[in-house]
């Protein structure tokens, strides 16, 4: 008699534990999913800084590219200008001298547009490096898609 009462106290006891456990499961799976999804925001914020980052660059890179292509139409009509007047007045004292501040003109346009193409390159490798930096930076499950 006072074995199966113990018994019982004990099956009860092992039932209450069980029922313990299973609280604290639920409260763990509930923090742990609680923890998923701050993380998941915060990445989610990082991610949006990064491409904020990324059209802001290109953007810039735009900006530049334009800047750069005015100046070369500029420089261009500058240099048509100026061709004519070295043509009208080597023409009229020198006229077999006027092949020599075409090139001098010629090679001064085709340095400004080499610039203009390195300085584009150096653009476009600054926004691939934060790119690859940004996918780096990211978990496999919050890949986005590349610009």
């Known amino acids: 008699q006072e074995y ?8 009860m006891e092992i039932k209450n534990k069980e029922e313990d456990h299973k609280v604290e499961i639920t409260r763990l799976n509930c923090d742990m999913k609680k923890q998923i999804e701050l ?4 990445y989610k914020e990082k991610i949006e800084k990064k491409e ?8 810039q890179m735009k900006t530049q590219d ?6 070369i139409i ?6 048509n200008a100026k061709l004519a007047r070295v043509q009208n007045k080597t023409a009229k ?4 001298a006027s092949v020599l501040p075409q090139s001098i003109y010629r090679r001064k346009l085709q340095h400004l547009q080499e610039e203009k193409n390195k300085e584009i390159e ?7 490096d ?5 996918n780096k930076g990211q978990d496999p499950h919050f890949k986005r898609k590349r610009f």
């Open 74 to 79: 500029k420089l261009q009509i500058e240099f």
């Open 130 to 134: 934060l790119e690859q930096r940004l």
């Open 4 to 11: 199966k009462l113990q018994i019982e106290k004990l099956l």
């Open 39 to 42: 993380i998941e925001v915060e």
């Open 122 to 128: 150096i653009l476009r490798n600054t926004i691939r």
């Open 93 to 96: 004292s020198f006229p077999d």
């Open 52 to 59: 904020l980052e990324i059209l802001e660059l290109n953007r």
């Open 66 to 71: 334009e800047e750069k292509q005015n100046e």
